[in-house]
């Protein structure tokens, strides 16, 4: 009898509601019509569908046929990853950027914001990782929309991005028949930018100081080097650490090998080898700005010809089980196989794996970055135009001061037992006597309409700054990468210790620091600033 009551005491409470209801849409507080969003978490103004009255049991049947259009205009987690916008916000115009974590206490007002620099950025939202749709997006011309990549190498990411997301087969034949990207560009040229110099077989074995090609498995046979173990790898090579050999009489040495396979028919990693008029410049950039403080340090270039050596590829092998490799297996390489080997001091691991102790050495170590811009830019207008943290290299190190030798002066900077060093200038653009050396990007549609973090929009604001003729010296391009930096130091290195008045004390430093840093024209103008130069 109580189940009973309880039965009908709940009936009549449905039924009074149901009055309620009845009452409420009489009165038009309840609309009769409304218009339905199809995307689901999509605002009603997204949905292109006409108005209509909802029934109940067409509801399913409406949203089943709307997926099977493909036309969705908001992203659902139904199709989507989940964590599409779980991110932090971008420093720039405070849209959701991954990578960033927790944006309320890493990133300044909107106020602080310089509105001017919004209206010329072209911004896209971003997701953490890799989308995996049921279909590629393309537009007209077959063109990847918005690539989602993943931080770091944009060129290694765009080729995962194509293996990996790229479905459709008429597609793909095309992309096996495109021209690579890379071989388009401009590489080498006079400062007036009239005339090209072509580099030939020769010409680049002088640079080499080699008459021919050294046979690979003697120049780096497995008796000459300690230790060898792959550590990290690129769109067109592989990079390994050993230990020099030395005798008893002489300290062994930690050495890095760059190694990229060039002159081949063989596609790598989903690119055309380069040639050696397309990888001299960054081998003489290289050479000049090993001479400056903060800079890669390469101890030498090697031309070498034949297949992989097999400690080489059982290194590869180890790497590829423990971590997985995204390049190709290196034994489809031939015996006429030419490779460029460019071998430099080891530096330490990149910021993006580094664990700093506090922000105060993070923020020392950004002053290190900052003179070794200015210096760069005094020396041969170099812009770096690709400094994400992955091209960061940051090492510990006994000593307490680290000289700059900037405009005639001496800085000695507090090292708080870190060291940084930038490599990489496969982007940059340096001008070495009469000589300017540059990567054109006015024509890589892909890198401007990737996303994924804040990295891929300063691409966009350096196309911006450089109004996309990128012969141009602006240095403001180091500005921006800096801008990206105190962002990756704020919210996505690691630290030991944050809860410490010192942590909190240059945590303060740095947002002081992007809170203007974009209104400087150069990493040698905020130099000046942060040294007190006139």
């Known amino acids: 009898m109580e189940n009973s009551s309880g039965d009908e005491r709940w009936k009549d409470s449905f039924d009074k509601l149901l009055d309620a209801r009845s009452q409420l849409r009489n009165s038009n507080i309840i609309k009769k019509i409304v218009k339905v969003s199809f995307n689901i978490e999509s605002s009603v103004e997204n949905s292109s569908h006409s108005l209509e009255e909802i029934k109940p049991n067409t509801i399913n049947m409406n ?77 007209k011309s077959n063109k990847i929309i918005g690539a989602v990549l993943k931080p770091g190498k944009w060129r290694k990411s765009l080729n995962i991005f194509r293996r990996t997301q790229i479905s459709d087969l008429n597609f793909k034949n095309k992309l096996e028949n495109r021209s690579s990207e890379c071989q388009g560009r401009k590489s080498l040229y006079l400062k007036d930018l009239n005339k090209k110099k072509y580099i030939c077989e020769q010409d680049f074995f002088y640079y080499c100081n080699q008459s021919k090609p050294l046979k690979f498995n003697s120049a780096y046979a497995h008796y000459k080097m300690l230790n060898t173990y792959k550590i990290g790898e690129g769109a067109y090579g592989e990079v390994f650490r050993y230990t020099a050999k030395k005798g008893c009489d002489k300290p062994s040495t930690d050495l890095v090998l760059k190694i990229i396979p060039i002159e081949g028919s063989v596609e790598i990693n989903g690119e055309k080898q380069k040639t050696f008029s397309q990888i001299l410049p960054e081998i003489i950039i290289t050479k000049e700005m090993s001479s400056l403080q903060g800079f890669a340090n390469i101890r030498k270039v090697s031309t070498v010809k034949g297949k992989y050596p097999k400690h080489f590829i059982t290194q590869w092998e180890r790497y590829n089980n423990e971590k997985g490799s995204e390049n190709d297996h290196p034994g489809l390489f031939e015996e006429n196989q030419l490779f460029v080997v460019l071998e430099l001091n080891f530096a330490g691991c990149d910021m993006s794996n580094f ?39 940051i090492e510990s190190t006994a000593q307490k001061r680290i000289c700059f030798k900037f405009q005639n002066s001496e800085l000695n900077v507090l090292s708080k037992g870190v060291k940084i060093t930038i490599i990489d200038y496969t982007l940059s653009r340096i001008t070495i006597n009469d000589f300017c050396y540059y990567n054109d990007l006015s024509n890589d549609d892909e890198l401007f309409q990737a996303t994924g973090d804040y990295q891929y929009d300063i691409y966009r604001m350096m196309r911006n700054e450089l109004k996309n003729n990128w012969t141009c010296y602006s240095p403001k391009t180091n500005i921006l990468w800096l801008s990206y930096v105190i962002v990756k130091i704020m919210g996505s290195v690691k630290y030991k210790s944050i809860n410490t008045k010192v942590h909190k004390l240059h945590i303060d430093k740095l947002k002081e620091l992007q809170s203007i840093i974009l209104t400087f024209e150069s990493a040698s103008h905020c130099a000046k600033y942060l040294f007190n130069l006139t």
């Open 355 to 393: 664990i700093f102790i506090n922000s105060e050495q993070s923020y020392y170590a950004l002053q290190q970055i900052i003179l070794a811009l200015a210096i760069g830019e005094e020396e041969y207008q170099f812009e770096h135009r690709d400094l994400h943290w992955g091209n960061i290299l």
């Open 63 to 139: 949203l089943e046929n709307y997926y099977q259009s493909g036309s969705m205009s908001t992203p659902s987690d139904k199709r989507l990853s989940k964590e599409l916008f779980n991110c932090g916000l971008s420093p720039i115009t405070r849209i959701k950027l991954d990578g960033f974590g927790d944006c309320s206490d890493k990133c300044h007002t909107e106020q602080d914001v310089q509105t001017n620099l919004i209206e010329k950025t072209y911004l896209e939202v971003p997701s953490q990782n890799i989308i995996k749709t049921s279909k590629p997006r393309f537009n």
